[in-house]
């Protein structure tokens, strides 16, 4: 596996973005090293609010929810997945798989022993957070999920498989230009570079170009049966979840109910619907999400 890793000097002129990575080394099963970065602010002996990004985001995506959190009190925590941001990204989309990413970010949260979490998900934060909740329930003392689901092989909508069909197809993966579609406001030309900055080349885009091949909506796909097995899990959590999902984003439109229906802990929550967001509801409406982040924690603490 090889294994590239973007110069900090991608990085040094973010607008908006003030905040310190800090690293964790892996081991991959092939015996190579990665590198995973996070943003880890706030008091430290708080339980952390753990906020997982999906594609092709990385942690910039939770920049002002990151600040507004912590002036509220709260410890955030917010990794780059392996590929994305400032981890480390293998260079061949082979490279990537769904249980990779799984056992990566299963590592890197038993590495960082990281309890009592808080954990909110969107897309791939989801398919892979879920999955994180279902192997280390007693980890996790809450869930709010926002435009993201758990999929085992019972197909997709549209969207989506227009989204994967460009997704595989475009000769220049448009890593700004996705985000912006994705947004009912406009991003700042600034704000699209942002997106672009963990990307010197396309060399570096395996892993986002892979992540819409690898969500399993055929019965015949790879990670269906871990996911049902995950489910399991799910079926039984009754602690605190909650769902926030926005008005305005086609691809998990619907999921929410789903979710209301399956995880025990979703009985009686205050489920609220995030209007004026699109797919990425974390560029729309950052305050907003973090202020019910912060009123859900508050409420069932």
Known sequence: MQVLRTPDERFSTLADFPFAPHYTDIRD?????????????G???QPPILLLHGEPSW???YRKMISRLVVLGHRVVAPDLVGFGRSDKPSEREDYTYEKHVKWMSDWLVAN??????????????????RLVAAFP??????VAGNTFLPAGTGANPAFEAWRNFSQ??????????LNGGTVRELSQREM????????????????RQFPALVPIAPDMPSVKENLEAWKVLEAFNKPFLTAFSDQDPITRGAEKRLQERVPGCKGQKHTTIVGGGHFLQEDKPD?????IHAFIKETA
């Open 138 to 143: 007693d980890r996790f003392a809450r869930v």
């Open 43 to 45: 008091p430290r002996d």
């Open 169 to 178: 197809t475009v000769p220049i993966f448009p890593t700004g230009n996705i």
């Open 113 to 130: 022993d990281l309890k009592e979490v808080t954990l909110f998900c969107q897309d791939w934060g989801g398919l892979i957070g879920l």
């Open 29 to 41: 099963a092939s015996g190579v090293t990665l590198r995973i970065a996070a943003i880890d602010e």
């Open 59 to 61: 942690s910039f995506l």
């Open 288 to 292: 907003e999400l973090a202020e019910v």
């Open 193 to 208: 570079d942002a997106y672009e900055a963990p990307y010197p080349d396309e060399s570096y885009k395996a892993g986002a």
